[in-house]
């Protein structure tokens, strides 16, 4: 099996190289997978430090390749799939908030799904979070359910996404912000993939989210009533193959 880790990279080279070369390391073991940096309108250097990064720690097994997009989360998630080669796909920042707490406990699923979700809100994750932090999460769950129909507790944790699959999500992607997640997940799951979420860690120093609610709720929301639009005008066409039928 190959897996891609693709990773939105945005002013991060303060803590990029340690967590690279962790990504790099726990890939040996999965000969053929890759590491894909995409920047983002970073200022501090990022983008110099990926190229150096690939140069240096790309072998035979694992290859890091990079590439530069404006500055957006989506925008950086959508090239990111656009590049990806691995059977497995792993979608999350260069900050690796949840370790590989979301990739352990894939490999430990008998017959993972096609989609899964690094999930905070599942019952055993462990999180170093405020009350005013769940609080947030808890009401963007509700405009989810209410506006996508999506029962997922967790959309804007990390995803794991079967190659194939991945590759039918993207050209549908139009989302430039952090409601891509969302939005990834919302068309597996319209081109007939069920979520499985799974529990993570995500500890008190973990990089905090950027996301502010007076600034960011009515753009959320007015993201989320555009993407329902988009999900309806298209047939999705036949439901994806199974894990274990892609495999075959």
């Known amino acids: 099996m190959r897996i891609t880790y693709t990773l939105a990279v945005h002013d991060q080279a303060r803590w990029m190289e340690a967590n690279v ?13 890759e590491v894909i940096l995409v920047e983002n309108g970073s200022t501090d250097g990022s983008l110099e430090l990926a190229r ?3 140069a240096r720690l790309s072998t035979e ?13 989506g ?17 999350i920042g260069v900050d690796l908030p949840f370790g590989f707490t979301d990739l352990d406990q894939w490999l430990a699923l008998d017959d993972p799904p096609l989609l899964v979700l690094g999930s905070k809100s599942h019952p055993r994750s462990q999180l170093g979070v405020s009350a005013g932090r769940r609080a947030m999460s808890v009401g963007f769950r509700s405009a989810r359910r209410l506006i996508l129909g999506l029962a997922a507790g967790d959309t804007q944790g990390s995803i794991l996404i079967s190659g ?3 590759h039918r999500v993207e050209p549908h992607l139009r989302c430039t912000d952090y409601l891509v997640t969302t939005e990834i997940v919302a068309w597996a799951v319209r081109l007939g993939a069920r979520p499985l979420e799974i529990p993570v860690v995500y500890p008190r120093t973990a990089t905090r ?4 609610p007076l600034r960011d709720t009515g753009r959320m929301l007015a993201g989320m009533v555009a993407l329902r639009r988009r999900l309806r ?16």
């Open 21 to 33: 070369s962790r990504v790099v390391e726990r890939l040996r073991a999965f000969p053929g997978s």
């Open 52 to 54: 150096r990064l690939s």
């Open 61 to 73: 097994e694992v290859e890091v390749r990079v590439d530069s997009v404006p500055k957006g989360l």
């Open 75 to 91: 925008n950086a998630h959508r090239r990111g799939l656009q590049m990806a080669r691995g059977d497995l796909v792993v979608v």
């Open 164 to 166: 194939p699959l991945a």
């Open 209 to 212: 989210s950027t996301v502010r």
């Open 233 to 248: 005008r298209v047939d999705p066409g036949p439901a994806p193959l199974t894990a274990s039928e892609e495999t075959r």
